[in-house]
């Protein structure tokens, strides 16, 4: 079963607003990911965030974790087109970080 | 620097078939994971190796087996092929077993006829 839930599934907006799409999971955490896919191809990582930190930046990209409530979002600020494509928020189990905890991913479309 | 590499891209196979996939993994890591990713779905962790054993399992029947060689290349065989093995079969490396952050290779679509 799928450790994370995002939300929304689906995110259509104009290039230049800004993005944003959550994630919630079920277990205790030492860290959580957030990777990008496009088309259907390999997943490219964006961002990790530790249990122990709040908030995190990285270009555009800023994620939020809340631990009390076992739930992150992800903002893309100034959208592009190129920033279309599949999202995922990914948690390893605690003991095996070779072990990823994918959700179902929120598909964002950037429309020119 | 070559990042992490897959073959074939594509394969399309029948019922019952036996299919094997290939991945090399990012230079200096010695460490692979298997996902399946169904359309429309997250990845789901198959397995991973490590100095040429399989370290962790996820919830995958028997038919699914890996080999991991030498160079840390490593195959994914499936046998006994069902409908609901078509999916998007991506590979992901890492330098150790405790590293955080894994590099996904394009994957290798299968499609099950």
């Known amino acids: 079963s799928q450790q994370g839930e995002e939300d929304p599934q689906a995110l259509s907006i104009q290039e230049g607003e800004n993005a944003t799409m959550n994630c919630s999971y079920k277990t205790s955490i030492n860290n959580l990911q957030w990777y990008r896919q496009n088309s259907g191809r390999g997943l490219v990582h964006l961002i990790l965030?530790?249990?122990?930190?709040r908030e995190k930046h990285s270009g555009r990209l800023r994620v939020t974790l809340d631990t009390s409530k076992k739930s992150s979002s992800l903002l893309i600020t100034a959208s592009r087109a190129a920033d279309t494509a599949s999202y995922f928020c990914?948690?390893?189990?605690?003991?095996?970080?070779?072990?990823?905890?994918f959700g179902q991913g929120t598909t964002l479309q950037v429309k020119p | 620097d070559a990042g992490v590499t897959q073959s074939p891209t594509h394969l399309i196979k029948t019922r019952g078939q036996q299919v094997t996939l290939r991945c090399s993994p990012k230079s200096g890591h010695d460490t692979v994971s298997w996902y399946q990713q169904a359309l429309g779905q997250g990845p789901q962790f198959i397995f991973q190796y490590y100095e040429e054993e399989e370290r962790q399992r996820g919830n995958f029947p028997d038919r699914f087996s890996g080999h991991q060689f030498p160079n840390y290349s490593s195959e994914l065989n499936v046998n006994a092929l069902l409908l609901g093995d078509s999916a998007l079969y991506l590979c992901a490396s890492s330098p150790g077993l405790l590293a955080e952050t894994q590099y996904f290779g394009p994957g290798t679509r299968l499609l099950v006829l």
């Open positions: 965030i530790r249990s122990n930190e």
């Open positions: 990914a948690t390893p189990l605690s003991s095996n970080t070779g072990k990823l905890i």
